[in-house]
DNA sequence: AATTGGGCCTAA
DNA sequence: TGAGTTAGGCCCAATT
C-alpha cells in the first residue's frame, strides 16, 4: 500500500522545491538547471489558469484509478457545433491514407462491397481535429488502345480482363465480383520521348482497389487476348503510383495544405463516428477545395505535438528487453505548434514519486495500469505529432512489447481511428544515399510519428547522433545527468529517487520538442510537403523519388501527358562531373571562386532537357526535323528545342526557382519571426527539390531513369566547366593589360578557383564579379556564373581537399575558416585528429605559421606516445546508434595509435611550406610505440 | 614493395 | 516493394 499514501513532497515553491531533490542522493553534483526552467513554466501557468479560470492541474494523484479528466487541459478546446448546411469548414490537412470500407450512401462512387474510401486528418484554426472521409475516388491506370480499337470494344475489354483478374486471384476474401470498374477511351500521349505530339488514344482502366493496380497491370503485359484482336502484350502507364498520390494529384491536393469544405457539399457524422476526432464528416471527392499555400493558406494550424521519453528497470549490463524489464516511467510533454513552451508536463511513474514544480506526477502501483493509463492519455491529448528521441525503433516498441507481455489489451490503440490496433512490423529500407537500415514501423492512423533521431539522420551529418551530443550541439545544453547504469537502483530506492529519474526523464521528454523547435523541422517538412505535394509522412518513410514523381505527375497532368511504368535494369554508369586537377600547395595570395549557382537545374532549363523533349534514335528524320528544331548534347544526345515543344522538367524547375526567388524576397520584407521561418523553410525546400530532378533522371533503379538525360546534363557541366577555365585565363592576361596572368588552380563540378594575380582580397572581389559577369554573357540564360567568395590564404592539399579564409561579407575580415574534405570535416577520424588538425590549419591560415604547426604536431604526438594524453576521453569515431558506441569504444585505442601517426606523415606536412618535419621514416611513430601502448593493443585486438 | 579492390565518407 | 547522381581521397588488407 507504500504507493497508495499520498505523496508528501514539499509544497510548491521553486528554489526550495529544487534544492531538497538535490539532497537525496551522492549522484546529486550540480544544481539542476532544468528544474527552474520546469518551475518557470509552473508561474506562467498559474497567471494562465487565473486568466482561464481553471483549477491548478499540479495536484499529484496517486494510485490505480485514472481518469482522462485528471487534468482540463489535456483535451482539446471544445468544438462548436458543426450545421453542414450552414457552416463551412475549413481545416489544415496533416495526414492522409485510405482504407477499403462499405460505401457510405449518398455518396458517389460504388456501392456494392468494399470500396477504397480516402481520409484525411487534420486540425481547425480553432484547434479541432477533424477526420474526412472522401468517396468517390477509385485507382486507375492506362494502357495504349490496339490499334483498330473503338468503343465498340470497351465492355468485351473491361469483361474480359475483369474475369482474367479474377481468375487470377488466388482467393476472393471480398467475394468481389466486380474488379475492372471502368474502362474509357481518352486522349493522351506518353511523356517519354518527342513524338510530334502524337495524341493518341489510350485505355484508362479504373479498378475496384488499389491492390487490384498490379495483377491487372502483370495480365495486360503478360499477354491479353479479347474480341477480335490477336494476343498481345501492353505497356502500362501510371500503373505505379501510390494511391494516395494518385489522389492528392488529380484533386490538386498537396501536404499539409488547407482543405474546404463548401456548406451543403459534406455530411457530418455523429452516431456512427469511427474515429476520436472532434468533427468526422464524410464528402464527395470532387467536392472538397484545396487552397495552394498561399497568403493567408501559408499559416499553420494549432497542432499539437507530443513527445514522450520511457524509463525502463532493465537488469545490470544489459540492454532492457521489453518480456523481461518493467517499464518504470514515462514523461510526456505537449505542445502546441507555433508556441513557445509545452502547455503540458507529465510523468507517469510506477511506485510512488516526490512533487516536481512545473509539472504533473501521476503513480502507479501496477505496470499494467501505468502503460494502460498512458495509452489513454495519448488519446485524450488526441496529438497530431509524436515525436522524441529514437521513439520509432526503441520507445514505442518497447511500450507496444511490454503491454503485450503484461497483457495490456486497451495499450495498442494509439491512433485515431477507433478499433485500429497498432501493430509492429519489421522494415528495411535500402537507398545508396542512405544505406542498409533496419527499422520498426508502427501503424497510427491519423498521426505523424515525427522522430527526432530519424529526423537528424535524414538532415544532418554528425560526429554522434546520441540525444546528448545532439542536444549541445544544437543547443549548447545537455541532457541531465544520471548514467544509465543506476536508473534501476534509482527505481529501488525511495519517492526522492524515484523523483530524480523523473525530472530526467521529463528532459529527455523536453529536448527533443526544443531541438524540433530550434531546427525547425514541423515548418520546413510542412513547407516540403507542400512544395512537393506528397504527404508529410511520406518525406520521414520514403526516399527523395516520390517527391520528384508527385511534381511530375501534376506537371503532366496539365498537359495530357502520361508517364510510363518501365521496369528497372541496371545498365552502365554514366561520366559525372570534371574535377580539374589541382595545383596543389599554399597560396599566399587571394583566389577567388566563381560557381555556376544551380548547375544542373539550370542547364536542363537553358537547353530545355526533358522527357518530353527527347528524341529517340531515327526520330528527327521520321519526324522531318530540320536542324534548328533541335540540340545535340556533348554526349551526342538529342532533344527538342522549346519553340517545339517546351519541356515538363524545365517547367518543373521553372516553377521551383520563381517561386524560391518569391520566398525569399518576401522572406527580406517579413517581420514577423514566425513567418520569416515558413519562408525560409520554404525557399530551402524549393531548392532542395530543384537540386533532386536531375538524381531523379539518373536513378538506374528507379520510377522513371532517362539516362540520355542525366548523361547530358553531366556533360554540358563538363564543357562549361572547361569553357570558364579557358576564358578566363584567357580574358585575364598581362598582355590584355591586367595585373598577371589570371589561372585557374583547381575547380569541381561547378567552380573554379582563380589566381587573378591581384594581392588584395577587396580587388579579388572586384575583379570575381567582373568575370563572372563576363563569362555569364557566354552561356545560355538563365546559366550563370557568380562571384561567390575569395579564400586567403589558400591551402589546396588535392582534389576535394583544401582549406582557406573565406571572405564573402567584408574584404577586410573573413567569415570562417572553410574546410573541405579533410579530417576536421570527416567523422571517420577520432576527435584527437580533428581536433589537432583544425589547430594545424588554423595556425598555418590565420598565424601563418606553418613551423608553429609542425611544432604543435610534434608535441601531441609525442604527449600521444608518452601517454600524456587520457585514451579514453577521445573515443569519439562514429556513434550512429545506440548499440554502435561499444564498438566504437574498442576500436577507438587501435585507430587513435595508427591513424593519427600515418595521417600525419602523409597528408599534412609534406604540403606545408618550408616544413622541416622528418619525413624519411615513416615507420617512426610506430616502431617507438610505449610497452603501455603495445598492451592496449593487445588487450583491443580480437 | 608496389598494386588493386573494398569500405567509408565527403564534394559538388 | 522501393531505393537521387558521379568523382575521388585515404585507409586497410589481400595479392602479386
Not at 501 to 514: E, F, G, I
Not at 795 to 822: Q, V, W
Request: with cysteine.
Amino acid at each position: 500500500m507504500d504507493a497508495k499514501r499520498r505523496n508528501s513532497g514539499p509544497p510548491r515553491g521553486g528554489a526550495s522545491q529544487a534544492k531538497r531533490g538535490k539532497t537525496a542522493g551522492d549522484w546529486e553534483d550540480s544544481p539542476s538547471i532544468f528544474e527552474e526552467e520546469l518551475a518557470l513554466f509552473e508561474e506562467a501557468d498559474m497567471e494562465a489558469e487565473e486568466r482561464e479560470g481553471q483549477a491548478g492541474h499540479d495536484v499529484i494523484p496517486v494510485g490505480e484509478l485514472f481518469s482522462a479528466d485528471l487534468n482540463p487541459r489535456w483535451r482539446r478546446p471544445q468544438a462548436a457545433p458543426l450545421n453542414p448546411d450552414s457552416d463551412t469548414l475549413v481545416f489544415q490537412q496533416i495526414d492522409l491514407d485510405y482504407y477499403l470500407g462499405a460505401a457510405v450512401a449518398g455518396m458517389p462512387g460504388q456501392s456494392q462491397g468494399n470500396v477504397p474510401i480516402i481520409r484525411m486528418f487534420g486540425v481547425t484554426d480553432s484547434g479541432n481535429s477533424v477526420c474526412c472521409h472522401v468517396h468517390g475516388f477509385a485507382p486507375y491506370f492506362y494502357i495504349p488502345a490496339p490499334n483498330g480499337f473503338t468503343s465498340d470494344h470497351l465492355s468485351e475489354f473491361k469483361r474480359e480482363l475483369n474475369s482474367a483478374v479474377l481468375k487470377d486471384m488466388r482467393s476472393n476474401k471480398d467475394n468481389m465480383s466486380v474488379t475492372v470498374l471502368a474502362v474509357d477511351i481518352t486522349r493522351k500521349e506518353s511523356m517519354y520521348g518527342y513524338h510530334g505530339k502524337r495524341i493518341v488514344d489510350f485505355l484508362r482502366i479504373t479498378m475496384a482497389m488499389p491492390r487490384l493496380i498490379a495483377p491487372a497491370k502483370r495480365l495486360l503485359e503478360q499477354g491479353f487476348k479479347f474480341g477480335p484482336f490477336p494476343i498481345q502484350s501492353f505497356s502500362s502507364y501510371e500503373a505505379n503510383i501510390d494511391f494516395e498520390i494518385r489522389f492528392m494529384v488529380d484533386s490538386d491536393v498537396v501536404g499539409c495544405c488547407w482543405i474546404e469544405l463548401p456548406k451543403g457539399k459534406y455530411r457530418v457524422r455523429e452516431e456512427r463516428k469511427v474515429s476520436l476526432c472532434q468533427y468526422e464528416v464524410d464528402v464527395g471527392w470532387t467536392q472538397l477545395i484545396s487552397h495552394p499555400a498561399e497568403g493567408e493558406y501559408q499559416r499553420i494550424a494549432p497542432l499539437r505535438v507530443l513527445s514522450f521519453d520511457i524509463e525502463c528497470a532493465g537488469r545490470k549490463g544489459i540492454f532492457p528487453e521489453a518480456e523481461k524489464d518493467p517499464v518504470i516511467q514515462i514523461a510526456s510533454m505537449v505542445q502546441r505548434q507555433g508556441e513557445k513552451e509545452p502547455f503540458i508536463r507529465t510523468v507517469f511513474t510506477l511506485q510512488s514519486c516526490c512533487s516536481i514544480v512545473g509539472s504533473q506526477v501521476l503513480c502507479f502501483t501496477k505496470e499494467s495500469q501505468l502503460l494502460q493509463s498512458w495509452a489513454e492519455f495519448v488519446r485524450t491529448v488526441d496529438a497530431d505529432i509524436i515525436t522524441g528521441y529514437n521513439i520509432q525503433n526503441f520507445d514505442l516498441p518497447y511500450l507496444l512489447n511490454r503491454a503485450a507481455t503484461l497483457k495490456v489489451n486497451l495499450f495498442p490503440y494509439l491512433g485515431r481511428v477507433q478499433g485500429i490496433k497498432s501493430v509492429l512490423r519489421d522494415s528495411s529500407f535500402q537507398s545508396k544515399q542512405m544505406g542498409r537500415r533496419e527499422n520498426k514501423i508502427l501503424n497510427m492512423e491519423g498521426r505523424v510519428q515525427f522522430d527526432l533521431l530519424q529526423v537528424l539522420l535524414r538532415d544532418y551529418k554528425l560526429r554522434s547522433y546520441t540525444l546528448n551530443a545532439v542536444s549541445f550541439h544544437f543547443l549548447q545544453e545537455q541532457k541531465e545527468d544520471v548514467q544509465h547504469s543506476i536508473i534501476t537502483d534509482l527505481q529501488n530506492g525511495n519517492e526522492q529517487t524515484r523523483r530524480r529519474l523523473a525530472v530526467y526523464c521529463l528532459k529527455d521528454a523536453y529536448l527533443p520538442l526544443r531541438l524540433l523547435q530550434k531546427l525547425m523541422c514541423v515548418i520546413n517538412y510542412m513547407e516540403m510537403a507542400r512544395v512537393t505535394g506528397v504527404p508529410l509522412t511520406y518525406l520521414l518513410s520514403r526516399g527523395q523519388q516520390i517527391k520528384v514523381v508527385s511534381q511530375l505527375l501534376r506537371q503532366a497532368m496539365k498537359q495530357g501527358l502520361v508517364m510510363p511504368v518501365v521496369k528497372p535494369e541496371g545498365g552502365e554508369d554514366y561520366t559525372g562531373a570534371t574535377v580539374i586537377e589541382p595545383e596543389k600547395g599554399y597560396y599566399s595570395v587571394p583566389i577567388a571562386t566563381l560557381d555556376f549557382s544551380s548547375l544542373y537545374p539550370s542547364i536542363m532549363m537553358a537547353h530545355n532537357l526533358c522527357y518530353t523533349t527527347l528524341l529517340q534514335k531515327g526520330s528527327a528524320e521520321k519526324l522531318g526535323l530540320t536542324p534548328e528544331d533541335f540540340i545535340k548534347t556533348p554526349t551526342g544526345d538529342l532533344f527538342v528545342k522549346s519553340s517545339v515543344r517546351k519541356g515538363l522538367l524545365p517547367d518543373i524547375l521553372e516553377d521551383l526557382l520563381s517561386a524560391r526567388k518569391k520566398a525569399k524576397a518576401e522572406l527580406k520584407k517579413e517581420t514577423d519571426p514566425f513567418k520569416k521561418q515558413v519562408l525560409d523553410g520554404r525557399q530551402l525546400a524549393l531548392k532542395i527539390s530543384a537540386n533532386s530532378v536531375y538524381g531523379f533522371t539518373g536513378a538506374q533503379v528507379g520510377k522513371l531513369p532517362c539516362l540520355e538525360i542525366s548523361q547530358s546534363v553531366t556533360g554540358f557541366g563538363r564543357q562549361m566547366i572547361e569553357q570558364t577555365k579557358q576564358l578566363v585565363e584567357s580574358k585575364y592576361t598581362i598582355a590584355n593589360g591586367y595585373q598577371a596572368d589570371a589561372k585557374v588552380i583547381y575547380g569541381d563540378t561547378d567552380s573554379v578557383m582563380v589566381k587573378l594575380g591581384v594581392d588584395t582580397v577587396s580587388r579579388a572581389m572586384e575583379v570575381g564579379r567582373e568575370a563572372a559577369e563576363w563569362v555569364s554573357s557566354h552561356f545560355t540564360p538563365p546559366i550563370k556564373l557568380e562571384f561567390e567568395k575569395v579564400y586567403y590564404p589558400y591551402l589546396l592539399i588535392n582534389k576535394k581537399r583544401y582549406a582557406g579564409l573565406y571572405f564573402s561579407s567584408s574584404a577586410d575580415t573573413h567569415d570562417k575558416m572553410d574546410c573541405k574534405g579533410i579530417e576536421t570535416v570527416r567523422r571517420d577520424n577520432c576527435t584527437l585528429v580533428a581536433n589537432l588538425i583544425n589547430t594545424c590549419l588554423q595556425t598555418i591560415l590565420i598565424d601563418r605559421d606553418p613551423q608553429g604547426a609542425v611544432a604543435h604536431a610534434k608535441e601531441v604526438i609525442s604527449d600521444l606516445l608518452c601517454n600524456r594524453i587520457d585514451i579514453s576521453q577521445l573515443v569519439i569515431t562514429k556513434e550512429l546508434t545506440r548499440t554502435a558506441q561499444e564498438y566504437a569504444a574498442k576500436q577507438a585505442h587501435v585507430e587513435l595509435a595508427e591513424r593519427t601517426q600515418s595521417m600525419f606523415w602523409r597528408t599534412t606536412f609534406p604540403l606545408t611550406p618550408s616544413t622541416t618535419w622528418n619525413n624519411s621514416s615513416p615507420n617512426h611513430c610506430s616502431a617507438s610505440l610505449s610497452p603501455s601502448w603495445e598492451r592496449a593493443k593487445q588487450r583491443v585486438s580480437y
